[in-house]
């Protein structure tokens, strides 16, 4: 059981349902999607959320394994890991879901109004019978009973009479369940804290200042306004405006303080979410943004790009180190914010709209949700876990995912949402685990030998496509097309409503072509070929319009030229999809074993989880032993020394049976294909694996500054702590935080060193309280709950020295450091007994780049590996059965890569635990007839999928293994004889859209 239907909720699911685990998906709201999806983009990529969420909200719900319980609340936990009853109350929702169509007729009706919409943070009202939102996951009408005039007076009856289905039901009553389950995930989410709270600020007060949740609802172009950005309070006359000019974002509100009232952590979000809103504010028209911010805490991957990005092509004003004392309402509605700036003076500024940047807060009701499933909260309301079990309870059996652990943000919630599933899975399989049967699709319709009918789908994309593109003006031209029988326009075609719609056109309609025109194939097009699938076509019969990524958002500011385009781009792929072919893809036998590379903290625990579920594990270590970098470690973690824990780790994973572990190798190769890998090490042997994993981890930054390797007292952190435990005691220390980082050459945050200098800043002042400890720092990055190490180095008299990132690197003469101190104004010496440098973590780039050649992925500019997509598939490679966990993907903390291996582990046995899979159907295919066999097709494939096989009479023929064959079709172009075309990609399909592009009778001259 999945408690909690957000992003976290839904990944876990869908993880658990592909093992062939059936999943009861409990959300206590009557849809789900979470907060994820009230967003309007996501950083660092500025994705549309709705655009990336819906695909995996539909995949949900149309999952055979997972019963979706919407409008469900668990209520008693009873039994124990492997054998729980729960009892789930089954809230009365008035609207029965098989007969509700989603149409909203009866809302139409409805007479009771002013009602704060929850949904939208109460920023407009909505009916007493609702639906929660446009994407809603089931589309279904809901009657809240305590505002319902039948329901309260017995009068009205409208939505009754309204309701064509006979969907309405007032004898609706609750109901208990009781469900059988082997584990239990607890991804309940959290909630946004009360700005009111806050009341220097005015929320509440002045109409102009909005929480960024709120605000986050006013960009959005599914939100009250459809993406235009108004101030909320304004006069229509000569001194005051609708559009705003200038909006500052007020950060750290009720985080990182001890007021009464708000948190002492950090949130960890806030600001990246506050520069991802101020840059998609920018692209609204020109104005002015400033974020004020103690310290930019942008630890995350890409994240430090992406805050440059805001400030140098945006114009994004950073105000660094300034607090906010208190914000003031002009006669006009207008706001004064007064702050002090980082060299202390006082400044006054005016702004149109406030937005505040409110921290992460634990869910409602988690104290009463924590006694119901028997576990227990830290002291911040959380969910209580520890560093080396990130991902467990108190209670054996349940788990836990998601920011109910702490605050975090989308692609950590994912990555450990597939990490408490692979958790939550070994309950499951140690019991007698049948696997569910497979999904049954309708039989497929016979359209060989037919005339096209298709069936046109044109999307706005909430404000993506529609507020460049004229919609309604493509869907008329699109009817004026050849072999169309239906065109219809959609605000999410990805939403659930709309993948029914066309199921059902299929055959209602008798559509035998599917053609939508909405955003990119890269991450749609597997949903709509699901829907033909489910409306009994096939899937390949199905193709695509891009008319986002290559239209409107590369023409966002010429809309006439941009519709021009989109009819453009319409009639190119009805063209070919007039031409499309029924395909099958092949079935590929699975190996059920993995290959984990690197032996350290990650790969070790990965493969652990692997092997807990029943299958063979290979580690293979380059170093002579296993643990990794963590061998250098000297501190403690929860009480626990790493060394401790590194070595009973060791002794786990070389006393498991299905692990085989392989030290003083390397990887020579790895040929093969998702399911069918051969794993081939330095020692000459192989291994067939069905899934590989690389968490071959970082290296620490070798430092040339300062003197290091020459000067006695320079010295790294693990130095550093290495000397700390054999009773070292320095009087005058300084660390020098970001070396190796965060310069010209190396331009990410590594994560790790902030936390790692407050750490020995600590026991230094511990051990002699009288030690002068300075740290010298551009920002202090302890997000979340490390946020006390910084609090309590402060109030143990470690000094902080913050120098303008602008500065040059603080200076060493062997006996002092030279510093600009920011708010000073001024440089500072500070003499030094043991200077310690705060190394970033460096990407092994080599060692990465020989391993990605194999398998053919891709390594980022920052030379970490580059996965497949940063929010929603965080561990998975685009080459299909590889995968990523640890430092390898990104430097990050030990709590943090343990949840990460876990989390690949659950995707590694997504493709292991399966006796075989079906191959993509688009693919190359040989013409043996006209094959002379001169092997050019050979040498051009880089993923070896092309080979000669001899024939019979001696001659030599091209074939594809469709296991390898990645459809590129450079085998295709390099032929000179014409012997290889790609299916889905025919000579004859090409040809009609560029004759129609060019808008010539197709297969014309």
Same mark, same amino acid.
């Given at each position: 059981?999945?408690?909690?239907?957000?992003?976290?909720?839904?990944?876990?699911?869908?993880?658990?349902?592909?093992?062939?685990?059936?999943?009861?998906?409990?959300?206590?709201?009557?849809?789900?999607?979470?907060?994820?999806?009230?967003?309007?983009?996501?950083?660092?990529?500025?994705?549309?959320?709705?655009?990336?969420?819906?695909?995996?909200?539909?995949?949900? @719900? !149309?999952?055979?394994?997972?019963?979706?319980?919407?409008?469900?609340?668990?209520?008693?936990?009873?039994?124990?890991?492997?054998?729980?009853?729960?009892?789930?109350?089954?809230?009365?929702?008035?609207?029965?879901?098989? #007969?509700?169509?989603?149409?909203?007729?009866?809302?139409?009706?409805?007479?009771?109004?002013?009602?704060?919409?929850?949904?939208?943070?109460?920023?407009?009202?909505?009916?007493?019978?609702?639906?929660?939102?446009?994407?809603?996951?089931?589309?279904?009408?809901?009657?809240?009973?305590?505002?319902?005039?039948?329901?309260? +007076?017995?009068?009205?009856?409208?939505?009754?009479?309204?309701?064509?289905? !006979?969907?309405?039901?007032?004898?609706?009553?609750?109901?208990?369940?009781?469900?059988?389950?082997?584990?239990?995930?607890?991804?309940?989410?959290?909630?946004? &804290?009360?700005?009111?709270?806050?009341?220097?600020?005015?929320?509440?007060?002045?109409? @102009?200042?909005?929480?960024?949740?709120?605000?986050?609802?006013?960009?959005?172009?599914?939100?009250?306004?459809?993406?235009?950005?108004?101030?909320?309070?304004?006069?229509?006359?000569?001194?005051?405006?609708?559009?705003?000019?200038?909006?500052?974002?007020?950060?750290?509100?009720?985080?990182?303080?001890?007021?009464?009232? &708000?948190?002492?952590?950090?949130?960890?979000?806030?600001?990246?979410?506050?520069?991802k809103q101020a840059m998609i504010t920018k692209?609204?028209?020109?104005?002015? #943004?400033?974020?004020?911010?103690?310290?930019?805490?942008?630890?995350?991957?890409?994240?430090?790009?992406?805050?440059?990005?805001?400030?140098?092509?945006?114009?994004?004003?950073? *105000?660094?180190?300034?607090?906010?004392?208190?914000?003031?309402?002009?006669?006009?509605?207008?706001?004064?914010?007064?702050?002090?700036?980082?060299?202390?003076?006082?400044?006054?500024?005016?702004?149109?709209?406030?937005?505040?940047?409110?921290?992460?807060?634990?869910?409602?009701?988690?104290?009463?949700?924590?006694?119901?499933?028997?576990?227990?909260?830290?002291?911040?309301?959380?969910?209580?876990?520890?560093?080396?079990?990130?991902?467990?309870?108190?209670?054996?059996?349940?788990?836990?995912? !998601?920011?109910?652990?702490?605050?975090?943000?989308?692609?950590?919630?994912?990555?450990?949402?597939?990490?408490?599933?692979?958790?939550?899975?070994? &309950?499951?399989?140690?019991?007698?685990?049948?696997?569910?049967?497979?999904?049954?699709?309708?039989?497929?319709?016979?359209?060989?030998? +037919?005339?096209?009918?298709?069936?046109? &789908?044109?999307?706005?994309? !909430?404000?993506?496509?529609?507020?460049?593109?004229?919609?309604?003006?493509?869907?008329e031209y699109a009817k004026t097309l050849p %072999?169309?029988?239906?065109?219809?326009?959609?605000?999410?075609?990805?939403?659930?409503?709309?993948?029914?719609?066309?199921?059902?056109?299929?055959?209602?309609?008798?559509?035998?072509?599917?053609?939508?025109?909405?955003?990119?194939?890269?991450?749609?097009?597997?949903?709509?070929?699901?829907?033909?699938?489910?409306?009994?076509?096939?899937?390949?019969?199905?193709?695509?319009?891009?008319?986002?990524?290559?239209?409107?958002?590369?023409?966002?500011?010429?809309?006439?030229?941009?519709?021009?385009?989109?009819?453009?781009?319409?009639?190119?792929?009805?063209?070919?999809?007039?031409?499309?072919?029924?395909?099958?893809?092949?079935?590929?036998?699975?190996?059920?074993?993995?290959?984990?590379?690197?032996?350290?903290?990650?790969?070790?625990?990965?493969?652990?989880?692997?092997?807990?579920?029943?299958?063979?594990?290979?580690?293979?270590?380059? #170093?002579?032993?296993?643990?990794?970098?963590?061998?250098?470690?000297?501190?403690?973690?929860?009480?626990?020394?790493?060394?401790?824990?590194?070595?009973?780790?060791?002794?786990?994973?070389?006393?498991?049976?299905?692990?085989?572990?392989?030290?003083?190798?390397?990887?020579?190769?790895?040929?093969?294909?998702?399911?069918?890998?051969?794993?081939?090490?330095?020692?000459?042997?192989?291994?067939?694996?069905?899934?590989?994993?690389?968490?071959?981890?970082?290296?620490?930054?070798?430092?040339?500054?300062?003197?290091?390797?020459?000067?006695?007292?320079?010295?790294?952190?693990?130095?550093?702590?290495?000397?700390?435990?054999?009773?070292?005691?320095?009087?005058?220390?300084?660390?020098?935080?970001?070396?190796?980082?965060?310069?010209?050459?190396? *331009?990410?945050?590594?994560?790790?060193?902030?936390?790692?200098?407050?750490?020995?800043?600590? +026991?230094?002042?511990?051990? @002699?309280?009288?030690?002068?400890?300075?740290?010298?720092?551009?920002?202090?990055?302890?997000?979340?709950?490390?946020?006390?190490?910084?609090?309590?180095?402060?109030?143990?008299?470690?000094?902080?020295?913050?120098?303008?990132?602008?500065?040059?690197?603080?200076?060493?003469?062997?006996?002092?450091?030279?510093?600009?101190?920011?708010?000073?104004?001024?440089?500072?010496?500070?003499?030094?007994?043991?200077?310690?440098?705060?190394?970033?973590?460096?990407?092994?780039?080599?060692?990465?780049?020989?391993?990605?050649?194999?398998?053919?992925?891709?390594?980022?500019?920052?030379?970490?590996?580059?996965?497949?997509?940063?929010?929603?598939?965080?561990?998975?490679?685009?080459?299909?059965?590889?995968?990523?966990?640890?430092?390898?993907?990104?430097?990050?903390?030990?709590?943090?890569?343990?949840?990460?291996?876990?989390?690949?582990?659950?995707?590694?046995?997504?493709?292991?635990? +399966?006796?075989?899979?079906?191959?993509?159907?688009?693919?190359?295919?040989?013409?043996?007839?006209?094959?002379?066999?001169?092997?050019?097709?050979?040498?051009?494939?880089?993923? %070896?999928?092309?080979?000669?096989?001899?024939?019979?009479?001696?001659?030599?023929?091209?074939?594809? @293994?469709?296991?390898?064959?990645?459809?590129?079709?450079?085998?295709?172009?390099?032929c000179p004889s014409g012997a290889l075309e790609?299916?889905?990609?025919?000579?004859?399909?090409?040809?009609?859209?560029?004759?129609?592009?060019?808008?010539?009778?197709?297969?014309?001259?």
């Amino acid at each position: 059981m999945v408690i909690g239907g957000g992003i976290a909720g839904i990944q876990a699911s869908l993880d658990l349902a592909d093992r062939g685990i059936h999943v009861y998906l409990v959300e206590k709201d009557p849809t789900i999607g979470g907060v994820m999806c009230r967003l309007d983009k996501t950083f660092p990529t500025n994705d549309c959320s709705a655009c990336i969420l819906s695909p995996k909200m539909a995949d949900c @719900n !149309g999952h055979p394994n997972i019963d979706v319980l919407t409008y469900h609340e668990v209520l008693k936990v009873d039994g124990e890991a492997g054998d729980f009853k729960v009892t789930v109350l089954k809230k009365a929702r008035y609207v029965n879901p098989k #007969e509700c169509t989603g149409c909203g007729d009866c809302i139409a009706k409805c007479p009771v109004k002013n009602i704060p919409d929850k949904y939208e943070f109460g920023l407009v009202n909505r009916k007493a019978i609702y639906i929660p939102h446009a994407q809603a996951v089931p589309r279904v009408a809901v009657i809240d009973k305590s505002v319902c005039m039948k329901l309260t +007076k017995d009068k009205c009856g409208n939505c009754f009479k309204a309701c064509g289905k !006979g969907a309405i039901h007032y004898d609706d009553k609750d109901e208990e369940i009781v469900l059988d389950v082997g584990s239990i995930i607890a991804a309940p989410g959290f909630k946004v &804290w009360d700005a009111s709270i806050a009341t220097e600020y005015g929320y509440g007060r002045y109409k @102009n200042v909005v929480t960024a949740i709120e605000y986050e609802r006013m960009m959005c172009a599914s939100g009250p306004d459809k993406g235009h950005i108004t101030i909320p309070y304004f006069k229509v006359d000569n001194n005051t405006k609708e559009h705003p000019t200038k909006i500052a974002y007020i950060q750290c509100c009720g985080s990182r303080s001890e007021k009464k009232g &708000w948190k002492k952590y950090c949130s960890s979000v806030c600001c990246m979410y506050a520069t991802k809103q101020a840059m998609i504010t920018k692209e609204h028209g020109d104005l002015q #943004e400033d974020i004020f911010f103690m310290d930019i805490r942008s630890y995350g991957k890409e994240f430090e790009a992406y805050i440059h990005r805001g400030e140098d092509e945006y114009g994004i004003r950073m *105000h660094r180190g300034a607090r906010v004392s208190n914000v003031e309402e002009n006669p006009d509605k207008s706001l004064t914010i007064n702050y002090t700036d980082d060299q202390n003076n006082g400044v006054s500024e005016t702004f149109d709209i406030v937005v505040l940047s409110v921290g992460l807060a634990p869910p409602e009701g988690a104290e009463e949700f924590a006694k119901t499933l028997g576990i227990e909260l830290n002291n911040y309301g959380f969910c209580k876990t520890s560093v080396f079990k990130p991902l467990e309870t108190t209670r054996k059996g349940i788990f836990v995912t !998601g920011a109910f652990a702490a605050p975090k943000d989308i692609p950590t919630s994912v990555a450990e949402a597939c990490g408490s599933s692979a958790k939550a899975g070994a &309950w499951i399989v140690k019991k007698d685990f049948t696997p569910c049967a497979p999904k049954k699709y309708p039989v497929e319709k016979d359209v060989i030998g +037919k005339e096209p009918r298709i069936g046109v &789908w044109v999307c706005h994309c !909430g404000i993506n496509i529609g507020s460049v593109v004229k919609v309604p003006e493509v869907v008329e031209y699109a009817k004026t097309l050849p %072999n169309v029988v239906i065109a219809n326009e959609s605000q999410y075609a990805c939403a659930q409503d709309c993948l029914e719609s066309i199921s059902k056109a299929i055959v209602e309609q008798d559509l035998n072509r599917v053609v939508v025109a909405s955003c990119t194939p890269r991450t749609h097009e597997p949903l709509f070929r699901e829907a033909c699938r489910d409306g009994g076509l096939n899937k390949y019969l199905f193709n695509m319009a891009n008319i986002r990524d290559q239209c409107s958002w590369i023409h966002m500011h010429q809309p006439e030229d941009a519709t021009a385009k989109a009819k453009d781009l319409l009639r190119m792929a009805l063209a070919k999809a007039a031409l499309l072919e029924p395909l099958v893809g092949s079935e590929i036998p699975v190996t059920n074993a993995a290959a984990v590379i690197g032996g350290g903290i990650t790969g070790m625990n990965a493969a652990l989880d692997i092997a807990a579920q029943g299958y063979p594990v290979h580690i293979v270590e380059k #170093e002579k032993e296993l643990g990794g970098f963590a061998r250098n470690f000297n501190f403690k973690e929860d009480g626990i020394c790493v060394k401790d824990y590194l070595a009973e780790l060791i002794a786990k994973v070389e006393k498991c049976p299905l692990i085989t572990v392989h030290t003083g190798v390397t990887v020579k190769d790895i040929p093969g294909f998702v399911g069918n890998f051969t794993l081939r090490l330095s020692d000459g042997k192989d291994y067939p694996v069905g899934g590989v994993l690389f968490a071959v981890g970082a290296k620490p930054y070798q430092p040339t500054e300062y003197n290091y390797g020459k000067d006695a007292k320079v010295m790294t952190q693990i130095d550093f702590e290495a000397k700390l435990k054999d009773g070292y005691n320095p009087q005058n220390v300084v660390f020098i935080q970001c070396v190796g980082s965060r310069n010209d050459s190396v *331009h990410y945050c590594s994560r790790v060193c902030c936390a790692s200098s407050l750490r020995n800043a600590i +026991k230094v002042k511990m051990a @002699n309280p009288m030690a002068n400890v300075t740290i010298v720092h551009k920002d202090i990055r302890t997000y979340g709950f490390r946020e006390e190490l910084y609090q309590k180095a402060s109030c143990l008299g470690v000094k902080f020295l913050r120098y303008p990132v602008t500065n040059a690197m603080p200076e060493y003469d062997g006996k002092c450091v030279k510093a600009f101190d920011a708010t000073l104004g001024d440089y500072v010496e500070i003499p030094v007994d043991a200077l310690v440098l705060a190394t970033g973590i460096a990407p092994d780039r080599e060692n990465k780049e020989n391993l990605a050649k194999m398998v053919k992925v891709p390594i980022s500019k920052d030379g970490f590996y580059f996965e497949a997509h940063q929010k929603l598939r965080p561990v998975d490679f685009a080459t299909e059965g590889v995968y990523v966990a640890g430092a390898a993907h990104w430097p990050k903390f030990m709590d943090e890569c343990i949840a990460q291996a876990s989390g690949a582990a659950s995707r590694i046995l997504t493709v292991i635990s +399966k006796d075989k899979l079906i191959s993509e159907g688009i693919v190359a295919g040989v013409n043996e007839s006209l094959c002379d066999g001169c092997g050019v097709c050979v040498g051009c494939c880089d993923y %070896n999928a092309v080979s000669l096989v001899k024939q019979a009479d001696g001659s030599f023929k091209s074939q594809v @293994n469709p296991g390898l064959c990645k459809g590129c079709g450079c085998c295709v172009a390099s032929c000179p004889s014409g012997a290889l075309e790609q299916k889905g990609f025919r000579t004859k399909q090409i040809i009609a859209e560029i004759d129609a592009c060019l808008d010539y009778p197709v297969g014309g001259e």
